[in-house]
C-alpha cells in the first residue's frame, strides 16, 4: 500500500476530536492492509516506530532540501498536485509503506563511527521521495511532534474494530504481549483464538501498571479503603524476569538493561524461585541510606551500584497472577524477597496511620506513597483508579516566552506553552515547555492575551495558525511540577519533569517569576 494513505489517514485522525471518528478512520486503513504492512502502520499511527528511537534529530531533518521546501508549502498546494510526486522527482517515485519501513530499520541499525554519512544519504533518499505531506509526516514522526491524536487506546479500538474482536481482548492481549504493533498482526491474522493465546511469559515483558494522582492520602484511603500504602520511590522502574537461571532486568518502556545491572541480576537469582515476574524501582542509596537523584541513578556511572526494591510478583513458578488481589500478591511476594529489597509497606484503612507512612517516606527522602486497594489486581499497562500515588507537588512561578498553535481538537488556540525562569542578566532561561492542565477557557483566555504580546511568529507551512508564537515575556503563569532534571536541550541546563498549568498570575509581574537557580536547587531537593 502507498505511504500516502497512513498520511491521509494521520491528517484525518487529526482533523476530529471524536474518538469514534478516529477509531473508523484507522479501522478502514487497517482491513486493507497485507500482513507484512501492519506493524509498521500501527507504529506509525502512534507515533512508535516499531524500530524504537531513530536517533534522527529536527536539526538533521531540517537540513534536507526537500524538507525545507515542504514546511514552506500550503497544505493546499500539496493537494493540488492530487498525490503526483513534486516537481524534479522521479517518475514514479511514489512511497510504499514497506519502503518506509526498510529505511527506518536501517537508520536505526546505522551506528557507530562513519555512520553519519550513511544516515544522510538515507535520509536524503527517503525524503527526496515523498510528497510535500508524506516529508512533513515523517519530519514529525521522526522527531516525536507527531500529534494526530492516534495514541494507544485509539488504536487498541482501531485494531479491534478491523479484525472483529472485542476491544478489550486486543487491550488485554497488548499488555501481555508489550507490543501493540504485534498484537495488531495477531489480531488481524489470527482473530480472537490468536489473541486468547497470548499470555504473561517469562522473558517477555509487559506494560507496567501505573497509578492515578490523588491529592492527599486521605482522600485515596477513603476512596480505596483497607490499602497497602507503599513508599514511593524515584528511580529507575523496573520488571525482571526469571527463568532458571536466566535473569533479565527492563526498563518502563520494556527496553533490556540486564548487562548494566549486575546487582539486581544477582539478588533475583538468589530468590527461592525458578521461574518469576517482579515489577519494582532500582536506585542508588548514598552512604546516609538516602536516595541519590533519579538522574544520577539514571546515569552509567551509577548504574553499577543500583539496588532493586519491590513492591508486586506477577508470576511464580507456573502460576500467573495478574488476577489475583493484592493481599495475596504481597503475601507471596514478601516469602520472596528479602527485606532489604521491599518496599516498605503497611496495611490500613486509617487516613492517620497512612499519614504516618508518608511522613516515614518523605523523612527517608523518598518522594511520597503508592496507597493501593488490597482487592487490585494487576492491570498491565493501565493507570487504574486501584492505585492512587501521592506526593508534595512543587510548584514555580514561570514566564512565558513563546506559544505554539495547537494541533487536533485544539487546532485554532494558542496552546503548548515554552516557560521560561529569570537568569541572573535580567532575561529568561527556557526550562520547558506544556500544554497540561489548559482547559478550553484557558485555551481561549491565552489566544488573546498571546494576541496581545506576539512580537513574532515562526510558521511551520503557509497555512496559517501553525508553528511558534514568540510573544514579550510579561506573563506569569504557576506551573506544578513532579520535580526538575539534568538536561542538555535547554542552555540553563535543567528541564521541567511533568509540567502542567495550574493558573495565570495576574498578580505577579516577571520581575518577580523564580529564578533558574531556584530551578536548578530542585535538583537536590
Known sequence: ?????????????????????????????????????????????????????????WNTIAKLPTVRAAMAQSDHVAADRHGEPPAGAPAGSVLEITDVDRTLTELAG?????????????????????LDDEVRFLANLLTGQLRQGALAGVMADAVARAAQVPAALVRRASMLSGRLDETAVVALGEGRPGLESIGLEPGRPIQPMLASTSPSVAEAVSDLGLSSVEWKLDGWRIQVHRVDDDVRVYTRSLNEMTARVPGVVDV???????????????????????PALFQDSASSDHEARLRPFFFDVLHHDGQDLLDQP??????????????????????????????????????????????????SRYDAG?????????????????????????????????????????????????????FKGLTDDLLRWQTERFGELAEREERWSDREQTGVVWVRPEQVVEIAIDGVQRSTRYPGGVALRFARVVRYRPDKRA??????????????G
Not at 562513519?114 to 527526496?128: I, M, N, V, Y
Not at 533475583?268 to 538516602?290: K, Q, T
Not at 514561570?398 to 537568569?423: C, D, I, M, P, Y
Open 1 to 57: 500500500m502507498r505511504f500516502a494513505e497512513v498520511v491521509a489517514t494521520s491528517a484525518a485522525v487529526g482533523a476530529t476530536s471524536a474518538r469514534t471518528a478516529k477509531r473508523d478512520a484507522i479501522a478502514g486503513l487497517l482491513a486493507r492492509l497485507e500482513p507484512e504492512e501492519v506493524a509498521a502502520t500501527v507504529g506509525f499511527l502512534t507515533g512508535e516506530p516499531r524500530q524504537g528511537s531513530i536517533g534522527v534529530g
Open 110 to 130: 546505522t551506528t557507530g563511527p562513519g555512520s553519519s554519512g550513511r544516515r544522510q544519504e538515507l535520509l536524503a533518499d527517503l525524503f527526496g521521495r515523498a
Open 268 to 290: 533475583v537469582r538468589r530468590m527461592p524461585a525458578r521461574r518469576l515476574v517482579l515489577d519494582g524501582e532500582a536506585l542508588v542509596l548514598g552512604d546516609d541510606g538516602r
Open 326 to 375: 493484592l493481599a495475596v500478591r504481597r503475601e507471596l511476594l514478601e516469602a520472596l524477597v528479602p527485606g532489604s529489597a521491599l518496599v516498605p509497606a503497611r496495611t490500613t484503612s486509617e487516613p492517620e496511620e497512612a499519614d504516618a507512612v508518608l511522613a516515614e517516606s518523605l523523612g527517608a527522602g523518598h518522594e511520597g506513597v503508592v496507597v493501593k486497594s488490597i482487592l
Open 382 to 434: 493501565r493507570r487504574g483508579k486501584a492505585w492512587r500515588k501521592v506526593k508534595p507537588v512543587h510548584t514555580l512561578d514561570l514566564v512565558v516566552l513563546a506559544v505554539e498553535w495547537g494541533s487536533g481538537r485544539r487546532t485554532g488556540w494558542l496552546s503548548n506553552l515554552h516557560l521560561g525562569a529569570r537568569s541572573g542578566d535580567g532575561g529568561f532561561v527556557m526550562v520547558g515547555k506544556t
Open 511 to 524: 520581575a518577580e517569576a523564580d529564578t533558574i537557580e531556584t530551578v536548578r536547587s530542585l535538583l537536590a
